[in-house]
């Protein structure tokens, strides 16, 4: 079965200093991970995934197979960042479309 | 382009009852997927729904149902309405497999009383 851990439940950090919120997985296929952030009163929404490569609003996460980790980091956090994220992984099995399994989230704030 | 869709907003239903949910999927997406949020935890995948038919069920029990429309549109419903029912229920929805993520509703606040 799959799993997804982050291990902060809150994470605090000030402005202009670098994050980096855990994100670990179990998973016996091939994994495809994902950030996902909600703003308050806002919804879920993707931040960035694996299988793109890409950063967004100056977040990466790099795969790490052998630490079975997707950690995602800023070097400069900002106010704005202020939000719980969700890691999650994308599984599917006998050609069957892709569903997620999310962490349980890390809420982030960034004091001024 | 329009997003993801549900209705109602908030629901309070009485133990026992049964209730139903309303996902209208973003314009071009024919997977729905829907996902229970109890407090303080991440989203659990309930099931999901590809070209009308059931494609993949999460550890919930069949008193969890669904259905998805010729329009991609979907419902959740769920009979027999018990107390730890109560969460958020999200509704998601994506192109073909999903590979590339999932654009997510607002959610259903679901209360049982």
């Known amino acids: 079965a799959q799993r997804v851990t982050q291990p902060e439940k809150l994470l605090s950090v000030f402005k202009g200093a670098p994050v980096e919120l855990k994100c670990n997985y179990s998973?016996?296929?091939?994994?495809?991970l994902f950030w996902y952030v909600q703003y308050s009163r806002q919804r879920l929404q993707l931040l960035l995934r694996h299988i793109s490569r890409e950063s967004i609003k100056g977040f990466t996460a790099d795969l790490n197979k052998g630490e079975t980790s997707f950690h995602l980091k800023k070097p400069f956090a900002q106010e704005e960042d202020s939000a719980m994220y969700y890691c999650a992984l994308s599984w599917g099995s006998g050609g069957s479309n892709y569903k997620l399994t999310f962490g349980k989230g890390t809420l982030l704030t960034v004091n001024p | 382009e329009t997003g993801v869709t549900q209705s109602p907003t908030h629901l309070i239903k009485t133990r026992g009852q049964q209730v139903t949910l309303r996902c209208s999927s973003q314009?071009?997406?024919?997977?729905v997927s829907w996902y229970q949020q109890a407090l303080g935890q991440g989203p659990q995948f309930i099931f999901q729904y590809y070209r009308e038919e059931e494609n993949g069920r999460g550890n919930f029990p069949p008193r969890f149902s669904g259905l998805q429309f010729p329009n991609y549109s979907s419902e959740l419903n769920v009979n027999a309405l018990e107390l730890d029912d109560s969460a958020l229920y999200l509704c998601?929805?994506?192109?073909?497999?999903?590979?590339?993520?999932?654009?997510f509703g607002s959610g259903t606040r679901l209360t049982v009383v």
């Open positions: 998601a929805s994506s192109i073909g497999t999903g590979v590339y993520g999932y654009t």
């Open positions: 314009s071009g997406h024919n997977t």
């Open positions: 998973y016996s296929g091939s994994p495809e």
